[in-house]
Every structure is written in structure tokens, then in C-alpha cells.
């Protein structure tokens, strides 16, 4: 049995069932790296600032090394009968080093130990998300560039609207990405803060250096505050937040692709490595690793809303009910950082049909909008143009008949503002080419767009 930590102060020993009920070295040992490299900084300044010996401050980070070495290799194995990570790696310090171990453990607490431990984690995370972000981004933005001329329905409550190029609705996409990017920079500037040396709670007598820690480890700043430090967690809720928010604008993206895919829509193939089949209809190829990615991204708010509810009543500072925040942080960190990578790859994998779509675009409705600006802009009200054009559309609709098929003396049963050059409306190149908004499906500014995301995302 590895030793306690706090034990000295106990007679007995906790029942088996209290260890198997607290105990937390069975995920948080993920942190086994970032606690061998906050001990690292502890250590050095420990031994810069005399209060260790220098030969001490040496043993330690060469046994450190050590075990941070394995932990690369993937040949550290952590004690099951360790109470956490934390006093797993102090006891296989002392097996190398010997008694220079029990002076690792100066001037900081488990408290301000695990926190920063986790606030490690989370930037060496975050840094991999926004990459694997922008990964995404860069197969949309090519799959779009691929697809620049191909034109497509776009809906409204899942009804046909109007036409748009394909690549503008993958850059509605890019935009959503682009702030998911934020939100994780953003968390990435308020994670960055060093807790280390605050203690429990109330720092130390100690003449610690606090400030060479933040600068040895990388962070932005120090912990204004030692209680704030050891007792905030709002950090790691942000991360739960951003992901939630990412996992979000995946499942909308999944489930564009499932309509698209469905024998209904059938505007794109998935390639076959993303879909299996059925165990009783041959002929079924399901898109299986979208629905998943739809279906996982369910867990994010879940588990957002489990680490608000358990900090919502807690007192200041730490309360043990906070080991509970890292089962629901790897969790959320590992699957978004599967996702993102698995997006990328069907995006670069999937195939347009293009001769479907060219029919799919080329019923008339899709330009009633068109016909309105064509009123409006010959001085009709857009109130009056509403009208005219939806009377217009609903009469063709009813007798089943084309716009387009109309003389022009019926057009001017709706407006003597109709002329023949109205006809020109009627395609959807037209329609595109016709914007003029700026953000808007034109296709020269899709292309300034399409140019745009390139250049940056290189």
C-alpha cells in the first residue's frame, strides 16, 4: 500500500470500501506528465531560493525526469493502490531518490499541486483542439473550392427557400469554426494562470518565488489570489462551455450531411470508410459515424451542466466534491478532440451529385425573391411586392403551371410592372450572380470568401 500523504495525522485506516469510493488514480492519472512537470518548476525553485538544498533540488528533478521519461514512453504504470496520481508519482520518487523525495512536497499543498496539474492539461489540450479546429476548417474550405460552381437548395424549416452555391453554405460552416476557435483562445487566456504555491489556501511563510514558477512553466500570469486558486474551477467550466458549443455546430453539420445522403435528397455520396451497412436489409448503407458524432456531441451540455451544479453550492476553498471536475473534463477533451479529426476525414471523402442538384435547383419558387426586388426596384412597396408575387406564385402552384410559361399579358394581370426581361430571373445562376449584399451567396464574393479562408488557414 502507498503511503498517504496526510496520514500522520490518523490512527486507523480508511475501509476498503472508503478507498474504492475515493480514490481517483484511475483517470487522474492522466495528469501523470503535467505533475511531474509542475514538480519540476517546484523543485528548481525550491532549490534557487535555498529553501532546499541544491543537492536536493538536483535529486529531484533528475528522479522527476525520470519518471516524466516513462510517462512519454508509455512505460509508466501507475500503483492501483495509490490514492491519486499525485502520491503515486511521490512514492516512486522516493524508491529512486531516496529521502531527497520528502522535500518535494515544500511550500505547496495537494490543493494548489492538482489544480495546476489540470490547468497543464487544459493548455496543452486546448492548444491541440484550436489545430485540430482549423483542421477542419481547411477540408471544408477545400471541399468547397472543389465544388465552387456546384448550386444547391438551401431551407428554411426544412422547406426549399432559395438557391446558393454549395460553397457558401460549407463557408456558413468555416464562420461557425472560426468562433469555436475564439472561445477555446479565450479559455486558453484564462487557464493560463499559475496556482502553484498558493498552498491550501493561505500561501506559505516560506520565501517562495512564485512569479519563477508561472515563468518556468509557461503560464501568463500568477494567481493574484491564494484562495481564489486553489478554489476556482470557473476555467475548466468555460472549456466544458466552448466544447459544448463546438460538439453543437458539429451535430448541425452531421445532420445536414444525413439529410443530404438520404435516397430523398441524394445531393452527396459519403465514402464508404464513414458508413456501415444493416444485419437484415442488403441494400442499406447507413451513415453511422455521422449519427455518432450527432449522438456524442449530447454528452457535452450534460456533463457542462454536472460540473456547474456541483460547484453551485460549494464554499470556499477546496472541497473534495472537486475531484469530480477531471472525470468529466477528459472525457469531454478526448471525445471533441476524436470528432474534429473524424469530420475532416469525411469531408475530404465526400462526393457531390452533381446532376441532381442541377435539377433540384431549377424550380421557379426558388426566385419569388428575385421577382420581389425586381418589383421594388421598378417603385413598387416590398409590402405590395409580397403580395403580388405570392398570389402570383400560389395561382402557378395551383394550376401547376411555370412562371415562366406565362405571356406577358398575364404577368400584367398581377402588375403592369412586368416586362419580358422579368424572365431573366428565372435560373439559378441568375439568381446567385443577381446578390449583392455583402456576406451574401454572390458569386464573385464566395470567391473572395474561398480566398480569404485559404490564405489564413494556409
Known sequence: MVEKLWGSRFTGSLSKLSEKFT????????????????????????GEQGIITRKDAIDLVKGLRKIMAEVEAGTFHYDPSAEDIHTDIQSKLKKLIGKSADRLHTARSRNDQVVTDVRLYCLDNLQNIISLIEGLQ????????????????????????????????????????ERDKGRFEDAARRASINTLGA???????????????????GFRETAANSMDAVSDRDFIIEILSAIAITGMHLSRICEDLIIWVTSEFNFIVIDDAFCTGS????????????????????????????????????????????????????????????????????????KVRNEVLKERVVAEQFFSVDILDYLVKKGMSYRDAHDTVGAMVKDCLDRGKKISAMSIGELKRYSMLFEDDMRYLLTPAVSVQGKRSAGSTNPAMVRAQLNKWKKRLK
Open 279 to 350: 444485419s437484415i436489409m442488403p441494400h442499406k448503407k447507413n451513415p453511422d459515424v455521422l449519427e455518432l458524432i450527432r449522438g456524442s456531441s449530447a454528452r457535452f451540455p450534460g456533463r457542462l451542466m454536472e460540473l456547474l451544479v456541483l460547484m453551485k453550492g460549494l464554499p470556499l476553498t477546496y472541497n473534495r466534491d472537486m475531484q469530480m471536475d477531471k472525470p468529466a473534463l477528459f472525457d469531454c477533451v478526448e471525445t471533441i478532440s476524436d470528432m474534429l479529426p473524424l469530420m475532416a476525414q469525411v469531408f475530404a471523402g465526400i
Open 199 to 217: 498552498c491550501a489556501l493561505s500561501g506559505t511563510t516560506l520565501p517562495t518565488d512564485r512569479d519563477l514558477v508561472t515563468k518556468k512553466l
Open 138 to 177: 481547411i477540408s471544408i474550405v477545400r471541399f468547397a473550392d472543389a465544388n465552387y460552381d456546384v448550386m444547391i437548395p438551401a431551407y428554411t424549416h426544412l422547406q426549399s427557400a432559395q438557391v446558393v452555391l454549395l460553397a457558401h453554405q460549407m463557408l456558413a460552416y468555416v464562420e461557425m469554426l
Open 23 to 46: 480514490f481517483s488514480i484511475a483517470y487522474d492519472s492522466k495528469l501523470a506528465y503535467y505533475d511531474c512537470q509542475a514538480s519540476i518548476a517546484h523543485a528548481e525553485m525550491l
